[in-house]
């Protein structure tokens, strides 16, 4: 069966410093695979998605993601974090339900703590 | 403004009532799907709708209920058969295939007493 693994429950940065958060999953075949981003009592947002071609994806707010299929990796990166990014941040792997439509499994989610 | 609504924000219940939860899309999309996110769990799929007038069960669909007699409505019911419906419940919709950007809505917080 399709899983994310999201090994950090937290990760705590200062603002200014670079980011990784990182995400393995399990599937067998190409893999579709999301970011998404959560504030505080809030609906998530889509910061970028990978389906195939070239394996380093760029998405919204600065963010991007690296696809690496001998790690079954997909971890999400940025180069200097804002305080406005201290947010819950999921990955998701697009799996076949049954009747044939992919629908993402998310991974736990990993807390982004910023310090000023 | 595209985009999706769910209401109410803080629902309380007490033990042993039913309750709906109110999903509304304006982005014309064909799919939509409820979930349900506890602390440290991420989120899980309760039910999904491809297509109006018909769903399909997801990972945790004992005690919920749901229905799509329009396009742009998904609510979802949670039975008195749910032992364990305390949570925040988030609804999101694509414009058709799960492979699409699903956008979620700002959740309603169920909270039974």
């Known amino acids: 069966a399709q899983s994310v693994t999201q090994p950090d429950i937290h990760i705590t940065v200062s603002e200014g410093a670079s980011l990784e958060l990182r995400c393995n999953y399990s599937y067998g075949a190409t893999p579709y695979l999301f970011w998404y981003v959560q504030s505080p009592g809030q609906g998530l947002q889509l910061l970028l998605k990978?389906?195939?071609?070239?394996?380093l994806v760029q998405g919204i707010k600065g963010f991007e993601a690296e696809f690496k299929r001998s790690q079954s990796s997909f971890n999400l990166r940025k180069p200097s974090v804002h305080w406005s990014d201290a947010a819950e941040y999921f990955c998701a792997v697009g799996s076949i339900f049954s009747g044939g439509s992919y629908i993402p499994t998310f991974g736990r989610g990993t807390s982004l703590i910023v310090h000023p | 403004d595209g985009g999706i609504t769910q209401s109410p924000k803080y629902l309380f219940r007490k033990e042993g009532q039913n309750v709906t939860l109110s999903c509304e899309q304006n982005l014309n999309h064909d799919a939509m799907y409820w979930y349900r996110q506890d602390p440290g769990q991420g989120l899980r799929l309760i039910y999904y709708?491809?297509?109006?007038?018909?769903?399909q069960k997801g990972d945790i669909a004992e005690g919920y209920s749901v229905s799509r007699e329009k396009k742009e409505s998904f609510p979802l019911t949670v039975t008195s058969a749910q032992k364990n419906p305390t949570a925040f419940y988030l609804c999101?919709?694509?414009?058709?295939?799960?492979?699409?950007?699903?956008?979620f809505g700002p959740g309603t917080r169920l909270t039974v007493l």
């Open positions: 709708s491809q297509i109006v007038n018909d769903f």
């Open positions: 990978y389906f195939s071609g070239d394996t």
């Open positions: 999101a919709s694509s414009l058709n295939r799960g492979t699409d950007t699903q956008y």
